[in-house]
């Protein structure tokens, strides 16, 4: 155990460790020390931070706590010393701080508490995770939760809310995650008794799959409306043609609402590799040039959502990359608007090219399905498009099972077909060809 006078030249002296945590009490103050930690965040860079502690075991228990006071540089060693001091008054009284400060806590209502568990979503989930938490925690749960005690939330409160969104089962079921994942982070933080998570016993909407995949027909549309798109320029996609304030009424439309538009080329480039690697959007529009390898034929992902991924690299997506220009100092694929940027955002230049298409219903995620349902129709088998995709689990690929080759649909024709023959007074021996054969049956 290191034991150290802390003052501000020894606390200043002590040394980060790479990916290292340890402590120092002080020698003068029993139960006053500083925890010296170096991590690697989510978004890989690296987090150093000194922090003040208190220990102390309380009367009468062998249990040992343990609880942080301040940050090194907001609070000084001689604060620290004078709070640390309080708290160990306090306990040498009999009384516990920790259990005091789980109280204070505990008086928090959701929309107090709400930012610190903001904060540690952010810090360890995936920035678009993160961003959804966000947008769910801001439109549904401060308005309906927001005002209550943490430990006040019940089941009850939050099946209300889970019942105002039941005609949107994703979104309603997004909302339980998100909570179940709040009311678990204020049981760790002493907020609310860890066993206590009113989330439960609520029972998720069934979800119907969001599948569309498209038609050589819809792709040959789409292809058109890309090639105008970026030739001769395309009008706005209707959502954006009138004013926000009285989207209803033609008076209040743009003046250049129907001004054919060129998209820009980084934009389009960013549609067609969705379509042709089956990527995801974020996967794309972030893809850096390092991550590519013409020579093996592979996309090689850092970052995605199922972790680090090896992605095959078709001809044609390839033909399309060599093609694009590399801008100096910038390492992304799809430079964006801003320097050493890469391109942010597509979905106005993708809602112009799939209403040309006639495709409004189209999300860009539906790419990604299109594209495996090619390979799938085709008859390859789960585990190769499992590997295109990148998915993790095999279940998440068995969705497009059912567009294989099946042998029992097969069957199902020509039995439908023989019977089908008699009711049209076919001959029997007519009937009888289409019947599969013992060979056939195997």
């Not at 004013?243 to 209040?252: D, I, L, Y």
């Not at 991924?309 to 801003?338: C, H, M, Q, Y």
């Amino acid at each position: 155990m290191a034991v150290a006078n802390l003052t501000k030249r020894s606390v200043d002296a002590l040394q980060f460790i790479k990916g290292g945590d340890y402590l120092v009490w002080d020698q003068k103050l029993r139960g006053f020390g500083i925890r010296v930690r170096e991590h690697a965040g989510n978004d890989g860079t690296i987090q150093r931070r000194k922090t003040f502690v208190v220990g102390y075991r309380p009367r009468g228990s062998r249990q040992y706590r343990r609880f942080s006071i301040g940050i090194y540089g907001p609070m000084t060693v001689e604060q620290a010393r004078i709070e640390a001091l309080k708290h160990l008054s306090a306990v040498s009284q009999g009384d516990d701080p920790l259990e005091a400060k789980r109280a204070e806590r505990a008086a928090k209502t959701v929309r107090e508490f709400g930012d610190q568990f903001v904060s540690y979503v952010e810090d360890r989930r995936k920035r678009t995770t993160a961003r959804e938490y966000r947008r769910l925690w801001t439109r549904h749960v401060l308005p309906a939760l927001g005002a209550k005690k943490v430990t006040e939330v019940s089941t009850a409160d939050v099946q209300r809310l889970h019942r105002s969104l039941r005609e949107t089962p994703y979104a309603a079921n997004r909302l339980i995650a998100l909570l179940s994942t709040f009311f678990s982070f204020a049981g760790r933080e002493g907020v609310r008794a860890g066993h206590e998570n009113p989330t439960r016993s609520i029972e998720p909407y069934p979800e119907a799959p969001r599948e569309r995949f498209l038609t050589a027909n819809e792709f040959r549309r789409l292809g058109e409306a890309l090639t105008r798109a970026e030739r001769d320029g395309l009008p706005a996609a209707p959502r954006y043609r009138r004013s926000p304030k009285s989207p209803e009424t033609a008076k209040h439309r743009t003046r250049k609402a129907d001004v054919p538009i060129k998209a820009n080329p980084f934009t389009i480039a960013a549609i067609r590799l969705l379509i042709l690697t089956g990527c995801r959007e974020g996967e794309i529009l972030s893809l850096r040039w390092d991550a590519v390898d013409f020579e093996r034929g592979y996309l090689r992902l850092a970052d995605t959502k199922t972790g680090r991924s090896v992605r095959p690299l078709s001809l044609s997506a390839a033909e399309l990359l060599e093609t694009l220009p590399r801008l100096d100092r910038n390492p992304f694929v799809l430079p964006g608007a801003k320097p050493g940027e890469h391109l942010k955002e597509i979905k106005r230049v993708w809602y112009a090219v799939r209403h040309a298409a006639g495709l409004d219903e189209v999300r860009l995620h539906d790419l990604r399905h299109s594209f495996a349902s090619v390979p799938a129709s085709s008859g390859e088998s789960l585990l190769i498009v499992r590997t295109l995709l990148g998915h993790r689990r095999a279940s998440t690929t068995e969705r497009y099972a059912h567009l294989g080759d099946d042998p029992v649909k097969r069957a199902a024709d020509r039995a439908a077909g023989s019977i089908a023959g008699w009711l049209a007074g076919q001959a029997s021996a007519t009937a009888a060809a289409a019947q599969p054969t013992r060979q056939e049956l195997g």
